[in-house]
């Protein structure tokens, strides 16, 4: 199958070019002007962009274990309406993503599916209990190119730092999840005025930085590759912008709840369970932080941390519901409409935090941009419509967001994974299935 | 003449001064009616109310029970202990399950603080809180209160006082809202563990060292102290809490004369309070109980009785 995109603006982390770009066995066969080839499917990008196809470095697909909240059929459908090709679940599934019989089977299963690329990241310990390592190189040789306990930090330091010498003999890369569980407790919020002013049960940005600090500290120590997941918070970033002038391992992701959202939302919201996620949201000065960091590029990735739950847990008392918002139908729009569109950061940029980091972080050389002889996976959007976030038109089995009802800017049109539509609004062509918008 | 249009009673924070005046005002009447030989009034005859208690207090859901039969109402209760709610029923599924009874007015009591107004979207009963986690516990203040009024006459421009784990307690941060709305000021005082993170923002004042925060107070509100704390550091002997924080006749000089002294009880004797101000304590303490069901059949009354609109009472 060949596909001609003509008229197409360019838009990569790095330039912006006008041009049309002819797809071939699943590869970018030509970018160029005046593309005359014949093509199986002829699509007119004009007035639109065209980007790499997004990466998100974290999701939870919640299968195997509780398909009732997510399957990799909705999880990819998911990703793909969200302009995602690639995304790396996280292993907090029953039974964990902790051998490579788990790995095998997301990965044979998700092919078969074929929407989008689904990598699992491997536990680093054992049922992510934080006593034993896992098998690092049956993990790898089975697909992973990550690790991570995310949902919790491995509070032994001595553990952590020989997982770290252990990743770096295979080229892993550290995924962190940082929390000092005996700062933040049962905590639903933010430790904040309005945390006292409710007797909400809370949890200080320090549960957050002082895990941070230690280890980035272990990292430089055993001088290897480390990732910070979902940063929330000033004092995370401070302490991250120093570290990074010198130690050029570093790497760190955000997602757009923490750029967005503060407690006064969670406040206004009444304290819903759509506005309770790990780390909490933060306050004003926070989000301020945050969108300097994206901005300086302290912060290199935004990730979705795709936290699929059902509705009825959701709709439990704000301090018994479980942690975690969905994102990969709205990360997107989102950025564009919150950074992009306020003149924040620019679209080039978007496609660096959004595509071009995180396949870099990955070691994902035939991805993150669009260029000659690259794996096909793009995306065309139209940054000038807006759309509601209805809950009956999200793909995903959960609807748990906190953005439900808000009105955003910038669409995914359509998605191209390893040269094949996946996705054109509003339907899965490979699956004969609509999103129902 | 004021009119009541509230339906649910939630929190102290959305009420306002002439709002509580109001309850206030009907309470003083429904003292009069227990003085009475016949104690009922039908005010809310044909009423369903339930009392929705997730957490176990004997003592508020007997002092609600009572006031909902005072007005003759038809009263439902519903324990943690009983069936469905134990089975693991989703507290959002029990409320909705209710719903067969066509209740008209739910009382909740519930270990987890600020969630009844999302449950607003599962119930067409009024609710009133019973004590929603460390949140809010709208009529133990409102009691509290009221049991002031009565003392001095007036809430305007007193010293409020509260001792111990402001941190952990529902009844202090209601009586905060409630005692800023008839603009007096109010101390906390307790170890910092027990002070939440910028209290000051709420326009208290802030102690650690009783003997100051005492100074020239007119009422004191001493709250209850959870052994379970010390093993969690909130403080560090019970014998060193007593010491810094206990409430002495030493102690009590140093405030107004006149001062009053409660506590939403039980009372832990020589933990809290020293057992030698028991006698000179504990007929105030007595008329919280009494007040306590007067309040209970005022806000019951509320949002309970037919046509609201009507329901308008002479200052
Ligand atoms: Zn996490
Ligand atoms: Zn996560």
Redesign the pocket.
């Given at each position: 199958m060949k596909i001609l995109i003509k008229s197409a603006t360019i838009v990569n982390s790095k330039n912006t070019i006008l041009a049309d770009i002819l797809i071939e066995n699943g590869r970018i066969a030509k970018v160029e002007r005046n593309v005359k080839e014949d093509a199986d499917r002829k699509i007119d990008a004009k007035d639109k962009f065209v980007l790499p196809g997004l990466i998100d470095l974290?999701t939870?697909l919640r299968t195997p274990g509780r398909e009732d909240e997510e399957d990799l059929i909705s999880g990819s459908c998911a990703a793909a309406k969200g302009g995602f090709t690639t995304i790396l679940c996280?292993p907090n599934t029953n039974p964990c993503i902790d051998n490579e019989g788990v790995v095998e089977w997301i990965r044979e299963e998700s092919q078969k599916i074929g929407i989008v690329d689904i990598i699992p990241i491997g536990a680093i310990t054992k049922e992510r209990k934080g006593k034993e390592l896992t098998e690092f190189g049956a993990l790898k040789k089975a697909g992973c190119l990550a690790l991570s306990d995310?949902?919790s930090s491995i509070d032994d330091s001595y553990l952590f730092r020989r997982a770290l010498e252990y990743a770096k003999m295979f080229n892993l890369i550290i995924v962190s999840?940082c929390e000092d569980k005996s700062l933040s407790l049962q905590g639903a919020m933010r430790e904040c005025f309005i945390s006292g002013k409710y007797g909400m049960s809370s949890i200080p940005d320090i549960a957050e930085t002082i895990r941070v600090f230690r280890d980035i500290e272990i990292a430089k120590y055993v001088n290897t590759k480390l990732h910070l997941?979902?940063i929330s918070c000033k004092k995370s970033i401070e302490l991250i912008r120093k570290e990074k002038e010198i130690f050029s391992y570093l790497t760190c992701e955000t997602s757009p709840h923490y750029f967005i959202l503060t407690v006064e939302d969670v406040e206004k919201s009444n304290f819903h369970g759509n506005f309770k996620v790990n780390p909490p949201l933060g306050e004003r000065n926070d989000v301020e932080e945050i969108k300097k960091a994206l901005k300086e590029g302290i912060i290199d990735c935004i990730a979705t941390?795709h936290?699929p739950h059902s509705f009825a847990e959701k709709e439990a008392p704000f301090e018994n519901a479980p942690f975690?918002v969905i994102g990969l139908e709205l990360a997107f729009s989102l950025t564009y409409t919150y950074l992009v569109r306020e003149k924040i950061i620019s679209l080039n940029q978007l496609v660096e935090k959004l595509s071009y980091n995180p396949a870099n972080i990955l070691g994902l050389k035939e991805r993150g941009e669009i260029k000659e002889d690259a794996i096909a996976d793009l995306i065309i959007v139209d940054v000038n419509k807006s759309w509601q976030v209805i809950s009956k038109n999200l793909v995903s089995k959960s609807k748990n967001t906190p953005f439900l009802n808000s009105e955003l800017m910038g669409l995914v049109e359509l998605t191209i994974h390893q040269g094949k539509i996946v996705y054109e609004r509003p339907f899965f062509p490979s699956i004969n299935l609509s999103s129902g918008e | 003449m004021v009119e009541w249009t509230k339906k649910h009673i939630l929190e102290i924070k959305d009420l306002t001064r002439q709002e509580m005046e109001v309850v206030f005002n009907l309470a003083s009447s429904f003292k009069e009616v227990s003085q009475r030989e016949v104690k009922k009034t039908p005010a809310l005859r044909g009423k369903t109310v339930v009392n929705l208690f997730f957490e176990n207090s004997t003592r508020t859901r007997t002092s609600f029970e009572l006031a909902a039969k005072r007005l003759s109402a038809d009263v439902l209760n519903f324990s943690s202990s009983t069936s469905s709610i134990s089975k693991g029923e989703s507290v959002v599924d029990t409320i909705k399950n209710l719903e067969s009874y066509r209740p008209d007015i739910l009382i909740i009591r519930i270990d987890t603080g600020a969630c009844l107004k999302n449950f607003l979207n599962y119930t067409r009963a009024s609710i009133i809180n019973a004590g929603d986690g460390k949140n809010e516990h709208p009529t133990q203040a409102l009691l509290d209160m009221f049991t002031v009024k009565e003392v001095k006459g007036s809430l305007d421009n007193l010293n409020v006082l509260i001792v111990g784990d402001i941190m952990h307690s529902r009844v202090c941060r209601s009586n905060i809202f409630g005692f800023q709305k008839f603009s007096s000021k109010v101390r906390v005082c307790g170890p910092p563990a027990f002070i939440p993170f910028e209290f000051e923002k709420l326009g208290v004042d802030v102690f650690y060292d009783l003997d100051r925060a005492i100074e020239d107070v007119d009422v004191i509100i001493m709250l209850r102290i959870q052994r379970e704390r010390q093993n969690l550091a909130y403080f560090s002997t019970l014998r060193e809490y007593v010491e810094n924080f206990s409430l002495t006749p030493e102690r009590l000089k140093r405030a107004k004369k006149d001062c009053i002294v409660m506590h939403p009880g039980p009372v832990n004797w020589d933990v809290e309070i020293s057992s030698t101000l028991k006698d000179e304590l504990h007929p105030l303490i007595l008329k919280q109980v009494e007040n306590g069901l007067a309040i209970r059949m005022a806000v019951l009354y509320l949002v309970g009785a037919e046509k609201r609109e009507h329901k308008t009472l002479r200052r």
């Open positions: 974290h939870h996280m995310d949902g999840h997941a979902h941390d936290a975690g | -």
